[in-house]
């Protein structure tokens, strides 16, 4: 064992019947779950992005290092600012970063480089992979595997706004170094995604996907 004191696992053990209706519960939830490119500006109730983000950060790290911060922006001149250099950056990307096969790809989705959700949600957040750790005394300490640990922390952030009631958008307006400069963020933190957050818009349409089937999504082995 390591060096760290131990605990006894808090852990639950239920039935099969229990565990199967609560995986179908969980996988049902998931499924509800759509990008949405068009929201209400309706605010969103308060402490509920907190309890998403604390579920997020219980996500799994290289070392226990939890190399994520997760930049929570409400306020209006914020957001504008951050519209603004997204739909530069946007308009580098659609008018020739892009290649044409990239464009044909996205044509189902009916995106632009406009982007005004970014001003019209109630909410965005930014979320940060710590790529290294800033100690007070400005030395750097190393993190580990913070794409994996930052990406699994995204995702249970997706799936905890998700099952609260709430739409997002996964958004990468690359290169994102921008946020960083924006929000005043420490050298250390790289943007990882952008993630606008609320209610749809009334009568909101999303694009008619089809998930792939289970059979198509695991080989099995045994
Ligand atoms: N970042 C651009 C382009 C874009 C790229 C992919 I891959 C998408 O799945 C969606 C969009 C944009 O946000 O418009």
């Not at 064992?1 to 099969?16: K, V, W």
């Not at 189902?108 to 940060?128: D, H, M």
Request: glycine share 8%.
């Amino acid at each position: 064992m390591g060096d760290a004191p131990f605990i006894p696992l808090s852990f639950t053990r239920h039935t099969p019947e229990i565990m199967l209706e609560r995986a179908k519960a969980f996988a049902d939830t998931a499924d509800r779950r759509r990008s949405v490119r068009t929201f209400s500006p309706d605010p969103i109730p308060a402490g509920v992005l907190d309890e998403c983000i604390r579920a997020a950060g219980t996500a799994p790290s290289g070392a226990h290092k939890q190399p994520w911060t997760f930049a929570v922006i409400t306020d209006p001149a914020i957001k504008a600012k951050v519209r603004a250099a997204a739909e530069e950056e946007e308009q580098e990307n659609y008018g020739g970063r892009m290649n044409d096969e990239w464009l044909d790809d996205l044509r189902p989705f009916g995106t632009n480089s406009e982007k005004p959700f970014l001003e019209i949600a109630p909410a965005l957040i930014v979320v940060f992979r710590q790529a290294y750790e800033l100690k007070a005394d400005g030395s750097r300490g190393q993190n580990y595997y913070t794409q994996e640990s930052v990406g699994i922390a995204s995702g249970m952030l997706l799936a905890a706004l998700n099952h609260a009631g709430l739409a997002t958008l996964t958004h990468t307006p690359s290169p994102m170094g921008f946020l960083g400069d924006v929000l005043g963020r420490p050298k250390n933190e790289k943007a990882f995604l952008l993630i606008p957050v609320g209610y749809p818009s009334e009568g909101c349409e999303v694009p008619a996907l089809e998930r792939k089937a289970l059979d198509e999504t695991i080989v099995r082995y045994g």
